[in-house]
């Protein structure tokens, strides 16, 4: 079946410009992650959706970050006013049940790039 | 929260070669220990994971051990293969997230000389 797909593949925008990133998990997951990932640097946890529970915003750096998720399926990550430093890979995941102890697909990413 | 540090940030073997990649975390009472394989410009894929209850699993070339009194626990590949080559990535789940999300470390470089 289809994996987790992310758009775009490729974001170029100008320092302090507002960014949409749109995930759309595998079908039927109920878990959703957001991740950073910078040039030598692991996966940073943003967020984390489980079913129709509140989101865990507790990896979420500022308050320009916020996402949601609409239906329990697709989500969107939005960064306003975009700075430099927030230039990375944003990886999205989803797994099958609660997460817990089970493993987490993930998606190509988007390409972050903040002039 | 948890803290998981991952040792070495890169590693180079001749193919053949065994390469031994370690993690440490710091909640003692984490309990699901997954491993990540990201090829370069691809996504992470999980490759193996073990859980507390358990000290090493194996499948084929690759083997984790676990030690939860040192809390720390490795990746083992046998036989290394030009196709091993890519970014390594630990990671460990407690109950500080409510086991519902990973903690990653930094990841290690794997490069595999033929």
């Known amino acids: 079946g289809a994996g987790v797909s992310q758009s775009p593949s490729n974001k170029v925008t100008e320092k302090g410009k507002d960014v949409e990133l749109r995930c759309d998990p595998i079908s039927g997951h109920t878990a959703l992650y957001w991740y950073r990932q910078s040039l030598g640097q692991g996966l940073e946890f943003l967020i984390y959706f489980q079913g129709n529970s509140a989101p865990d915003k507790s990896g979420l750096p500022s308050d320009r970050f916020s996402a949601e998720r609409t239906g329990g399926s697709v989500s969107t990550l939005t960064i306003q006013r975009t700075q430099q430093e927030d230039s990375a890979v944003y990886l999205c995941?989803?797994?099958?049940?609660?997460?817990?102890?089970?493993?987490?697909?993930f998606g190509p990413g988007t390409r972050l790039t903040v002039l | 929260g948890e803290n998981v540090e991952q040792h070495p940030s890169t590693l180079s073997v001749q193919e053949g070669d065994s390469a031994v990649i370690k993690c440490t975390y710091s909640?003692?009472?984490?309990?699901?220990f997954p491993w990540y394989k990201q090829e370069l410009g691809k996504r992470p894929q999980l490759i193996i994971d073990i859980r507390s209850n358990v000290g090493e699993k194996k499948d084929q070339r690759i083997a984790v051990t676990l030690n939860k009194t040192a809390k720390h626990f490795s990746l083992h590949i046998t036989e290394t293969q030009p196709e091993d080559s890519a970014v390594y990535f630990c990671a460990a789940s407690g109950p500080a997230s409510g086991y519902s999300t990973l903690t990653f470390g930094k990841g290690t470089m794997l490069l595999v000389s033929p």
């Open positions: 909640d003692s009472a984490s309990n699901y």
């Open positions: 995941a989803s797994s099958p049940f609660s997460g817990r102890d089970n493993e987490q697909f």
